[in-house]
């Protein structure tokens, strides 16, 4: 079974890929802005802000584009005021939402949220109402490929500081404490493996979600996600790893 994390992991595949690359950038200059304000411009001493490098240089972001961002974050260059604000929600099939946003404007932020549930069969939910439900942890993504042995592989990482390993997924994914991701990365990195990793919002249960709900479900996470001030959209479902692709194929 597939379930966010896949869901991201093709939307985010595709983004780099087609014509939605523009607001990609959008996207990741918010990110890379608001990470150096709150952290300091020093990707070293801030992992927030060495994510959001990394995925923009993934992303294919010029490198003057990316540091004119972090320069904004810390003031050395005038730019808009972002904050980062959590809303909640509840998606079709029962499905709760957590989305992160960057936003110079709560109110608009709130309204293009609610319009964007309303008709695609979600709502808004209460504060505190879906958070619960959720975890912070830090992600730490390797392809599977590269690991040649598994046992090995999952000694490493949990000496570094591991709390889980979902091995048979790809790629695989390390599950940290927040305070711990950085640790685990750079051990796994000076390894020798490629490394992704992000601080995330990982269920506490999930909800199995297929058919007609499934593709109402994937159609409004999307048009979440689609929002200039939308950063990340979690989710607490379950899909069927064909049925899953297959109607990514069919929304896209």
Not at 230 to 248: C, G, H, P, R, S
Request: glycine share 6%.
């Amino acid at each position: 079974m597939s379930g966010h994390n896949k869901w991201a992991n093709i939307k985010h595949r595709k983004a780099a890929q087609d014509a939605k690359r523009s607001q990609l950038f959008t996207k990741l200059i918010r990110e890379l802005t608001v990470a150096a304000r709150e952290g300091g411009g020093d990707p070293e001493s801030n992992p927030r802000l060495r994510s959001a490098i990394e995925r923009a240089r993934e992303a294919n972001m010029p490198k003057d584009t990316i540091e004119k961002a972090i320069k904004r974050g810390t003031g050395e260059l005038e730019g808009v005021e972002y904050i980062e604000v959590m809303y909640e929600a509840y998606a079709p099939g029962g499905v709760a939402v957590l989305i992160r946003a960057l936003t110079d404007n709560k109110n608009r932020t709130a309204q293009e949220l609610r319009h964007v549930l309303s008709k695609n069969g979600g709502s808004m939910a209460e504060s505190g109402s879906v958070g619960w439900m959720f975890e912070r942890k830090g992600l730490v993504t390797v392809p599977r490929e590269q690991i040649a042995d598994m046992d090995e592989f999952m000694m490493m990482a949990i000496e570094a500081g591991a709390e889980d390993i979902k091995e048979n997924e790809d790629p695989v994914q390390v599950i940290t404490a927040p305070e711990d991701m950085a640790a685990v990365r750079d051990k796994l990195s000076e390894a020798g493996y490629t490394v992704q990793a992000s601080l995330t919002y990982l269920p506490k249960n999930t909800v199995q979600v297929t058919g007609s709900d499934a593709e109402k479900l994937l159609k409004c996470l999307n048009s979440i996600e689609e929002l200039d001030d939308v950063q990340e959209v979690f989710a607490n479902f379950e899909i069927d790893d064909k049925e899953l692709e297959a109607i990514m194929e069919k929304i896209a």
